[in-house]
């Protein structure tokens, strides 16, 4: 009942087709329509939840496909192609994005791993990027009382960082936990790389920069990073500097002035990659995905 419940809000605060910023702390809603190809883009950490419809977002080559029965968790800053190829009138994607605030997401998952007497080994499995988990009881409780909120901006200004606590919460106790709690708990190091890098894309980071910010060695750093990414440190770089250029593009930004945000100093150079992985230039790519960006 309460799914049913989250879809008749999303439906009553956004009945056509679009994206919605809410004025809850990042939270917005969607509603699409038309089929939207997978397209790169960043996807910031974050949850993904529908009610209708089917998603999918590709990293590294392969494919994540999600609909009501399970969302997304994106616990790191990650490049990937991601799109909704099946979306039409008569079967809408219907859904919510809900940030993830690192700083609250840390405190949460060391509170759970103290509370559980966890032990603080960091040899274990390394966090997943993107994992699917099953909706249960208290994430799509938690979910509800959150959205709720919408309807009351008193409610939402006073109860709203309570709520999202709550929410993540609940996440880190389902399904997709263990990979939260290793992502933003003890033994974070790969997240907190992949923060060093998300801030630096315009200049230039060696692997023996990144092994140093989280005190490893650069051999037991990239299996460590690969393992997580499913990429290279150099390969994951790359692919975050093009599609980062690549959602400038689609925002009207130049082909010159995109590159040089993301750190290339040769256009000629940038042009050969972005087709390389896209299979388009850069100019071509722009023209198709104006529009498009937005909704993934």
């Known amino acids: 009942m309460s799914k049913d419940q989250i879809t008749q ?17 990042g939270v917005q809603l969607f509603h699409v329509t038309t089929p939207v190809p997978c397209i790169p883009a960043v996807y910031e950490p974050t949850i993904v939840a529908i009610v209708s419809g089917e998603k999918e977002a590709i990293l590294d080559g392969q494919r994540h496909v999600y609909d009501a029965s ?26 919510a994005v809900i940030p ?11 509170d759970v791993e103290t509370a559980a007497g966890a032990s ?38 006073v109860l709203g960082p309570g709520r999202l606590r709550e929410f993540y919460y609940a996440v880190l106790k389902g399904e997709a936990g ?3 709690r290793r992502a933003f708990g003890v033994g974070n190091e790969i997240a907190r790389t992949i923060d060093y890098l998300s801030t630096r894309l315009n200049t230039s980071v060696t692997i023996d920069d990144m092994a140093s910010h989280v005190g490893m060695s650069r051999a037991v750093f990239h299996r460590r ?6 990429m290279s440190p150099i390969q994951f770089v790359k692919s975050m500097r093009l ?17 040089m945000d993301v750190g290339y100093v040769s256009s000629s150079q940038f042009s050969r990659e972005f087709k390389r992985m896209y299979g388009q230039s850069p100019r071509e790519w722009g023209n198709a995905a104006q529009g498009s960006a937005g909704l993934v």
């Not at 990650?78 to 219907?94: D, F, K, Q, R, S």
């Not at 499995?125 to 008193?154: G, H, I, K, M, N």
């Not at 990073?225 to 499913?230: N, P, Q, R, V």
Request: aromatic residues 4%; proline residues 8%.
């Open 9 to 25: 809000l999303i439906k009553r605060h956004l009945p056509q087709a679009g994206l919605e910023h809410t004025a809850l702390k």
């Open 70 to 95: 399970r969302y997304l968790l994106c616990p790191m800053t990650m490049p990937v192609e991601a799109g909704t190829p099946h979306a039409c009138p008569e079967a809408p994607l219907l859904g």
């Open 100 to 110: 993830l605030d690192p700083r609250i997401m840390r405190e949460l998952a060391i």
């Open 120 to 157: 603080r080994k960091t040899d274990g499995p390394v966090p997943q990027a993107l994992s699917l988990a099953r909706w249960d009881a208290a994430f799509t409780q938690a979910l509800l009382r959150l959205l709720e909120l919408l309807d009351d901006p008193v409610d939402m200004a």
């Open 178 to 180: 263990d990979a939260a």
């Open 225 to 230: 990073f690969k393992e997580a990414t499913t």
């Open 243 to 259: 599609s980062n250029a690549a959602m400038k593009i689609a925002d009207g930004k130049t082909v010159s002035e995109a590159a």
